[in-house]
T-cell receptor, first 111, second 112 residues
Framework: SQTIHQWPATLVQPVGSPLSLECTVE??????LYWYRQAAGRGLQLLFY??????ISSEVPQNLSASRPQDRQFILSSKKLLLSDSGFYLC??????????FGSGTRLTVV | QKEVEQDPGPLSVPEGAIVSLNCTYS??????FMWYRQYSRKGPELLMY????GNKEDGRFTAQVDKSSKYISLFIRDSQPSDSATYLC????????????FGTGTKLQVIP
């Protein structure tokens, strides 16, 4: 069965510090991978998606970037965090039924 | 106007009640409709998905899609305290890796 791992679960980072969140998928090959951010009252916002190694599409221009160095690995990064980057970050992959399987999320607080 | 509108709640019901959760949308091109359940501090999990109009039932859950009215519903029968969560509707165009558009979620509390 397919599983998705995301870490860390929580993170408190100072403004201006770098960020790296990692997501890995098991049990499937060549998955479509996604990074979402969830903010209170604003729903889920798609940040990036990837259909293959090295292929990244950005949905929202911002302070973040994404990379896919391996087939089942998806990384979200920032060189300098802003207060507005705080939120709940979710990695997901899409199955054949167009439904997502989400990771457990990373709660990021920028202070 | 948002593409998908969902009442944020919170919705409080007694255990055993029938719960109705709803979303309206504006884009008539949406073909796939989904409901996710999200417990506090967890990632959403897919509950149900339907294609085009009609009903789909899975245990105590029934999803309905009315494309003519651009309205989707999730019914929960015999609600349980374990159903307490935020429910998000979602929808997408047909095919491939299309972007999924989510509602903001309705928070449900089932009181024992």
């Amino acid at each position: 069965s397919q599983t998705i791992h995301q870490w860390p679960a929580t993170l408190v980072q100072p403004v201006g510090s770098p960020l790296s969140l990692e997501c890995t998928v098991e049990g499937t090959s060549n998955p479509n991978l996604y990074w979402y951010r969830q903010a209170a009252g604003r729903g889920l916002q798609l940040l990036f998606y990837s259909v293959g190694i090295g292929q990244i599409s950005s949905e929202v221009p911002q302070n973040l970037s994404a990379s896919r160095p391996q087939d089942r690995q998806f990384i979200l990064s920032s060189k300098k965090l802003l207060l507005s980057d705080s939120g709940f970050y979710l990695c997901a992959w899409m199955g054949q039924n167009y439904g997502y399987t989400f990771g457990s999320g990373t709660r990021l607080t920028v202070v | 106007q948002k593409e998908v509108e969902q009442d944020p709640g919170p919705l409080s019901v007694p255990e055993g009640a029938i719960v109705s959760l709803n979303c309206t949308y504006s884009n008539s091109a949406f073909q796939y409709f989904m409901w996710y359940r999200q417990y506090s501090r967890k990632g959403p999990e897919l509950l149900m998905y339907t294609y085009s109009s009609g009903n789909k039932e899975d245990g105590r859950f029934t999803a309905q899609v009315d494309k003519s009215s651009k309205y989707i519903s999730l019914f929960i029968r015999d609600s349980q305290p374990s159903d307490s969560a935020t429910y998000l509707c979602a929808m997408t165009l047909t095919g491939g890796y299309q972007k999924v558009t989510f509602g903001t979620g309705t928070k449900l509390q089932v009181i024992p």
